[in-house]
């Protein structure tokens, strides 16, 4: 899988909150301020970049049908996928702690204004819904779960920090009285998830299209062994298509 492709993918076209309304407790909890929805924010692209790879590496090697055959053949039959959602949360939680006990110590400010949203990341279902993607996309290797867990917690960063500006500006703006507060959050959120979905028109593998056209037609030429004078025409087709 192209990186650049799931990378862009994961940020905009299936971002956490604008697609699969994940983590949205938090989400509209911690955006009232930029400055928490960006240590809120930079603690869940942590989390997910750290959680992911480690879940994939963990899913692989440990808990896919067959996936302890690099122990012994004896346990090539062995299948411990019903212990993902345990073992993934486990992970979640360990790192969460970890970041949790950072803050505290380097920023208490910080700490005090996340207050209880920071300890409840282990529960976000942003971050359990990374691992769980990851394992549906079958990736291929690790660095395509690094790409996807970075572009994810980007993505998730990205949509509340923009959220926590427009309320930011919306404070001083005339809403209706019925609309205040998380009446125009819901609002500016669906238009904003609408914005994020006009991504899904661009088409970063349609270089990979014209490859293989190119790799057909150039098969197909080999085949038919024509003279260098048609090779050139038929070429030239391929590249204007």
């Not at 062994?225 to 087709?237: A, F, I």
């Amino acid at each position: 899988m192209d990186l650049l492709n799931l990378f862009v993918k994961s940020i905009f076209i299936e971002n956490m909150i604008f697609a699969y309304f994940l983590g949205m407790c938090s989400y509209l909890a911690v955006s009232k301020t930029v400055k928490t929805a960006v240590g809120l924010g930079a603690t869940v692209i942590f989390v997910l970049l750290i959680t992911v790879p480690l879940n994939y590496l963990i899913d692989t090697y440990l808990l896919q049908p067959g996936a302890l055959r690099w122990l012994s053949e004896d346990y090539a039959n062995i299948d411990l996928s019903f212990l993902s959602y345990i073992m993934f949360i486990a992970v979640i939680a360990s790192m969460v702690q970890l970041v949790e006990m950072v803050v505290e110590k380097f920023s208490p400010a910080l700490y005090g204004s996340l207050g209880i949203f920071l300890p409840l990341i282990a529960v976000n279902c942003s971050i359990l819904g990374g691992s769980l993607f990851m394992q549906q996309k079958d990736f291929t290797g690790i660095t395509e779960a690094i790409v996807y867990g970075g572009g994810s917690g980007i993505g998730w960063f990205l949509a509340i920090l923009a959220i926590a500006a427009i309320r930011e500006k919306i404070a001083y703006s005339n809403v209706p009285a019925p609309l205040k507060g998380l009446g125009i959050t819901f609002i500016i959120t669906g238009l904003m998830a609408i914005g994020f979905m006009s991504f899904m028109g661009i088409k970063l593998e349609g270089n990979e299209d014209t490859k293989e056209k190119t790799t057909a037609s150039t098969i197909q030429i080999e085949k038919n062994k024509p003279d260098s004078k048609t090779v050139e025409v038929t070429l030239n087709k391929t590249k204007n298509e």
